[in-house]
């Protein structure tokens, strides 16, 4: 099976501007998750995706927001980009099934804020 | 406050030799605890699962334990080699079923030969 693609892999934007950010979970996949890793906050959760409704959000500001369509590839969008947002996003699919919780990482989108 | 502490310095082995790497928590009570290695420049990969009930759990050269009374997981990596320079997270999942993982810091390994 193909693994969780991100596109794109690198972006530059401009302070201000907005991003969206792609996702293809691996096939079979209905749980779509998103987090930013930042090297002083670490890894942290935004928002899950579970067949197109949103489960789960971080408490991050209403500027990140998400969805995920009927096969169950999801977007993240940010819109106002600050400096701070500069991060890796990561997106991450898990099998519904019971007793399967490990997830499975995309490669990230390097997201450059300036 | 929530908290998940992991050694925040490089540990430094040399190979050949047991890794062990420490994940204390507070104020959660998670239902399972995962553990993920990155390399620079990738996403997490998936190694270990823990259930809130087992003690411990064995993959090949890897190891776990959960103590949910000392609210502390181990991980160890016997017969360490170069390869296994990384950095290694822990996470905590509350078994809402919401896939929403509590990562910590993580801890960096480096083997060397």
């Known amino acids: 099976k193909a693994g969780v693609t991100q596109t794109p892999r690198y972006l530059i934007k401009t302070r201000g501007q907005q991003v969206t950010l792609s996702c293809s979970p691996i096939?079979?996949?209905?749980?779509v998750s998103w987090y930013q890793q930042t090297p002083g906050q670490g890894l942290q959760f935004l928002f899950e995706?579970?067949?197109?409704?949103?489960?789960n959000k971080g408490n991050f500001p209403g500027r990140f927001s998400g969805r995920q369509f009927s096969n169950s590839r999801s977007e993240m969008n940010v819109s106002t980009l600050e400096l701070g947002d500069s991060a890796l996003y990561l997106c991450a699919s898990s099998s519904s099934g019971s007793g399967s919780y490990e997830q499975y990482f995309g490669p990230g989108t390097r997201l450059t804020v300036t | 406050s929530q908290k998940i502490e992991q050694n925040s310095e490089a540990l430094n082995i040399q190979e050949g030799k047991t890794a062990t790497l420490t994940c204390n928590y507070t104020?959660?009570?998670?239902?399972?605890l995962q553990w993920y290695r990155q390399d620079p420049g990738r996403g997490p990969v998936f190694l270990l699962l823990?259930?809130?009930?087992?003690k411990e759990k064995r993959k090949e050269r890897l190891k776990v334990t959960f103590d949910t009374t000392l609210k502390q997981s181990l991980f160890h990596i016997t017969a360490s080699q170069p390869a296994d320079s990384a950095t290694y997270l822990c996470?905590?999942?509350?078994?809402?079923?919401?896939?929403?993982?509590?990562f910590g810091s993580g801890t960096r390994l480096q083997v060397q030969p």
């Open positions: 104020n959660y009570s998670p239902a399972y």
């Open positions: 995706y579970f067949s197109e409704t949103q489960r």
């Open positions: 823990i259930r809130e009930n087992e």
């Open positions: 096939s079979g996949h209905r749980s």
């Open positions: 996470a905590l999942d509350e078994g809402t079923g919401r896939r929403a993982l509590t």
